[in-house]
């Protein structure tokens, strides 16, 4: 669907923006934390609207289930989409503050989570090879 525009330069460098995401989409790699903010701040292209938040909407939603929803992304969120939208996706009621911790974690799984980082701190096996003294 043709993005609703006048601005000629605009609507090719959302194409250009769309064209290479859906690249990404389909390489071996595909999209990281990074694509996905990118391009939900492609979408401020965009006039304010619903095909505007149809965008938001999708590209956030398929970064959720690839699982790399993190702080960045959650930023670019918010950035880019009405509150009530973005409070909405994140299921953060008004007045509170997103708590990434508290997202689902197959939202975050290619993330750590402080916790995890935590532990593998702490971890015999880290602490050993620290001192030199490597499992056999």
């Not at 669907?1 to 601005?7: N, Y």
């Not at 923006?17 to 990118?38: C, M, T, W, Y």
């Not at 911790?101 to 290619?110: Q, Y």
Request: proline letters at 7%; aromatic letters at 8%; hydrophobic letters at 30%.
């Amino acid at each position: 669907e043709e993005p609703s525009t006048e601005d000629p330069q605009i609507l090719e460098a959302f194409r250009v923006a769309i064209q290479v995401f859906n690249e990404l989409r389909k390489s071996r790699e595909g999209p990281d934390h990074v694509s996905f903010g990118n391009m939900l701040r492609c979408a401020n292209l965009l006039p304010e609207g619903e095909q505007k938040n149809a965008l938001v909407r999708s590209t956030f939603q398929l970064c959720c289930k690839r699982g790399f929803v993190n702080s960045f992304v959650i930023r670019d969120l918010q950035y880019t989409a009405p509150e009530e939208l973005w409070r909405a996706l994140l299921h953060c009621p008004q007045g509170e503050e997103v708590d990434p911790s508290r997202l689902p974690r197959e939202w975050t799984h290619k993330f750590e989570t402080r916790e995890e980082v935590e532990q593998r701190h702490r971890s015999p096996d880290r602490r050993n090879r620290r001192n030199g003294n490597r499992r056999r």
